[in-house]
């Protein structure tokens, strides 16, 4: 039995400028971030797209780092 509830709706991808402002962060260093592998993100085409949860396991993690 799941402790699940049954009507979750599932997270909404969020895109770079979305992540950015979330973080505080200007997009140029998420861009950053993004390209030397420092931020979880998922290509979608040419996107750049994010889980809110994700990035913020990622920030309690203490992974960010400039």
Known sequence: MSHEPENKTPEKWVNLEDIAAHLSLSEDTVR???????????????????????????????????
């Not at 420092?38 to 920030?59: C, H, M, N, Q, T």
């Open 32 to 66: 950053t971030w993004v390209k030397e592998g420092k931020l979880p993100f998922y290509r979608a085409g040419k996107r750049y797209k994010f889980k809110i949860s994700e990035v913020d396991e990622w920030v309690r993690q203490g992974k960010i780092k400039e």
